[in-house]
Nanobody
């Protein structure tokens, strides 16, 4: 089992930067693919970025490609989302998620249902 706690959200002006962290506890973090999703009010949860268990492969939504970077430190049981050039449309609650079957697959999933464990979310608000 994996417990996830996000931090690093806040209020930032358009063009600014934030770094989100997701601290994980549990034995399976280092073998899990990890994902970041976001959900704006009245909208469905959407994929942002994913990273494989070793950190060697990443995948991004087109809307954040070139602006967001996902990374992980398995020694610290933490996954990060560095966000630059933030836009008002990036405003949402950001969630990290774990796919504990990751080490057994070569697929970085983009659908929420593929991830078994979720954090409580952290709010990111970008003002114009």
């Amino acid at each position: 089992q994996v417990q996830l706690v996000e931090s690093g959200g806040g209020l930032v002006q358009a063009g600014g930067s934030l770094r989100l962290s997701c601290a994980a506890s549990g034995r399976t973090f280092s073998s899990s693919h990890m994902g970041w999703f976001r959900q704006a009010p009245g909208k469905e949860r959407e994929f942002v970025a994913a990273i494989n268990w070793s950190g060697s492969f990443t995948h991004y939504a087109d809307s954040v490609k070139g602006r967001f970077t996902i990374s992980r430190d398995n020694a610290k049981n933490t996954v990060y989302l560095q966000m630059i050039s933030l836009k008002p449309e990036d405003t949402a609650v950001y969630y990290c998620a774990a796919d504990p079957q990751g080490i057994h697959t070569f697929v970085l999933h983009t659908t929420p249902m593929a991830y078994e464990y979720w954090g409580q979310g952290t709010q990111v608000t970008v003002s114009s």
